[in-house]
Structure formats: C-alpha cells, structure tokens
C-alpha cells in the first residue's frame, strides 16, 4: 500500500463512516499491531503513530543496542548501530522507522481487507444500538424496494429497515417512493447484521399516534390505560384522565373529530373506539359493547368465559362485523365474552328449546357456531334469514339448511 493509497483509504473512512475518532484511532492502530505480530513474531516493541488528517502513519521498531545480539527481534549490536556515525551506547533503544513495503504486497493487502472488516463491524454495533435505544418510537421513512413478503425502507443514513407484511395493515398497498410511518418493533442481530423491524399493526403503534395527536396524553394529563386491536378492522382505546375538569374521551376525539380524523386515515378508515377506563369488569364491557344494550352479565360464567344477555335487537350490534366488537371487548378485560339471547318478557312463556338439547341430530362444532353469534335456543336461530346465519356463523348454506329443517321440525310436531 503506497502512502497515496493509505491517506485515500483514510480519507475513506473518516468521511464515509459514523465512528469517532478516538475508535478509528484504536482500529487502525490493532490493525497494523495485528500485522506486525504476523510479520516479525510480536508487536511488543513497535511505536505505532498515526495522523489520520494527513492520512500518515509511521511505525518504528524498537530495539535494545547490545554488544552480542542473542534475539534479533529485540536487539541489536552495537556495531550495527553505529556504523553509519551514530554515537549509541549499550543499554539504550534503537528506533528504526518501518517502511509499509517491508509488509509485503500480501501484508498490505491484509492490513485494508481487516481495516474494512472491522469498520463494517463497527457500524453494524452502532447501528444495532442506535435502533434498539428507539424501539417503540414511530419512524418515518421511504419505500424503496417493495416485494410479496415485506416493503424495504431507508432511513437518513442509508440503513435499511423492513415492514414485514404480517405488519403491515390488511389491504395496504405500498409503491416506491411512499413515504410510511411505523413504530419501531424489534432489533436484532441476523448473520451478524441488524435486522430492524417497523409494524403497524402492533398496539403501540395507535398509542404513539394518540400521544402525536392528543397533547394531553403527551405530556402526562390524560394516561391511555389499555390499546386492543384488530388491524384494518376496530380498535377501542380505553382512556383515564386524573383531572375531574378534563373530559379524557372528548380530548382523545376533538372538537368534530379534529385530532382522531388523522389517526383513523393513518390506519386505512380502521374504526376507534374511546373509551373511559375503570377497573368495574362488568361497567368497562358495558362500554366496550355500547351502543349495544346488555340485560344481564355472568361473570362466572364455565371455563372462566363471561355470559353477557342481551334482548335479540340489540345482538347484533353487540357482536359487531364479523364478531370484531366482541371480540375486542374480551381482550379489553382478558377473558372470553359470549353473547347470549334473551328473550322478550312477553316471549318468556312460548315453547323453546335450547340448542343442546340437539346435540343428537347437530355437530357440536355447528352449534358452537350458532352460539358465537347469540343464538342459543331454536327460536333464536328461526328468526334470523338462512343468508344471515350463513354469513355470520361462517356456514355452508347446506348446512343452515338443514339446522332449520330440524329445528323446524321440533316445533311441527
């Protein structure tokens, strides 16, 4: 490696790279050190000096003048030192200045494959923990590569960071160029390189974006107690203000919307639900479910499931689209819901049978079906449309088919 090479392979680094100076100074310096044990034994006696703005490095091999030589490597005669007019003494050191050519072309070449080597190491630590000190930060970045399993997105430096498609939201479509915000999920180290990955379906995304949009939350007036989700679909947002003159609710949604307008377009029209917060089991599911009235909730319900009864009208609006509602009604107090029918006083006296009691003539698996929609006697499952069961309960229409042909046949007889 010529002087040139060396200033320009500095000049590289010191320009090109995020590492400081007092680490580049150690690198090159155990660079050259691990060099010099290759070629003469040790670097024990070498003085490595280095001047990274002048791309100089200067490396002098120390000896100890003696008037017979046992360990060339650390020694030198007397005779030697002096024989070009130098005045040297037994007892003291000889500095010789170590020319780069007496590495050898191969020595030369291992000193810039290893200085690459652990430059590279070393961005790829600091950038491990510059992203592991942001996880649960939102990052805003560009798309520029995009395929079938995850979108590819740079941050300032040029470092890669990945949205895979699990985290992405259902029917997201991404192009080159877009410029995406997610939260940082998870760093880790892969074939010794950091693998960064951004979500935004995760919980923490909506909170972030609640605490970007709601000022209150930000700086501490309005605390958001728990964050359920179902990607795409709903979300319900329990909140908890410590102030009595701070409405918690109409704070997170603003005056017509203003401040959750924004959060709502963010996640593709996903529908939010606000809620205030309280540790009554029974009065937060009341919340989560409202608009839908309940009558009645078990607590104690079998296998630690809660059974929430509500009149037929006011079923459906209970469960939601798809059962989402419900659904995120039971991971809002961590227990299963199940939706049970409850018949109008004036109905309390007309004949009906639970599903159960069917258990001889239909699957099991099918009337769970028809429970996880509210539909728990016969008549319950009769006064909605063969069209309706089969979408909600996920059903072939075969199969409604015959349910209402056996269940009919209860009543005829």
Request: aromatic residues 6%; negative net charge.
């Amino acid at each position: 490696m010529e002087k040139t090479e060396l200033k320009d392979a500095f000049a590289e680094f010191k320009n090109l790279k995020n590492i400081d100076r007092p680490t580049m100074m150690g690198v090159l310096e155990d660079v050259f050190r691990t060099q010099l044990a290759k070629t003469y034994g040790s670097s024990d006696n070498f003085d490595i000096i280095i001047n990274i703005d002048k791309g100089d490095c200067e490396i002098y091999r120390n000896r100890e003048v003696v008037e017979t030589v046992e360990n060339p490597e650390t020694q030198i005669s007397l005779a030697e030192v002096n024989a070009g007019g130098d005045d040297y003494e037994i007892g003291e050191t000889y500095a010789e200045k170590v020319e780069m050519k007496s590495f050898g072309r191969r020595g030369i070449l291992n000193i810039r494959q290893n200085l690459q080597g652990r430059i590279m190491d070393i961005e790829k630590a600091n950038l491990y923990n510059k992203y592991i000190a942001k996880i649960g930060e939102i990052f805003t970045g560009e798309i520029y590569q995009k395929n079938s399993r995850e979108v590819l997105i740079l941050d300032e430096d040029g470092n890669e960071l990945r949205l895979p498609k699990a985290e992405q939201i259902p029917g997201e479509h991404f192009k080159k160029n877009d410029t995406v915000r997610a939260i940082i999920k998870n760093v880790e180290m892969k074939n010794t390189t950091p693998y960064i990955t951004l979500s935004r379906t995760s919980n923490e995304f909506l909170e972030k974006l609640f605490e970007q949009e709601v000022p209150e939350i930000y700086d501490g007036l309005i605390t958001i107690k728990k964050v359920v989700r179902i990607p795409g679909e709903r979300a319900k947002v329990a909140v908890e203000s410590y102030d009595e003159r701070i409405d918690p609710i109409g704070a997170c949604i603003g005056v017509k919307g203003a401040r959750i307008i924004g959060i709502v377009r963010e996640l593709r029209n996903e529908n939010i639900d606000v809620l205030q917060w309280t540790n009554n089991t029974q009065l937060l599911i009341q919340r989560a479910l409202s608009p839908a009235k309940i009558s009645s909730i078990d607590l104690n319900g079998e296998d630690g499931k809660i059974k929430v009864y509500m009149l037929p009208d006011e079923v459906k609006k209970g469960i939601g689209k798809g059962g989402c509602n419900i659904k995120l009604a039971g991971m809002l107090v961590d227990r299963e819901i199940e939706v049970w029918r409850e018949l109008p006083k004036q109905d309390e006296e007309e004949e009906d049978v639970l599903l159960t009691e069917f258990e001889n003539e239909i699957d099991p698996w099918i009337i769970e079906k028809l429970r996880s929609i509210g539909c728990d006697t016969a008549k319950s499952v009769l006064a909605l449309s063969p069209e309706d069961i089969a979408k909600r309960a996920d059903l072939e229409d075969e199969t409604v088919a015959e349910v209402i042909r056996i269940l009919q046949s209860e009543f005829e007889e």
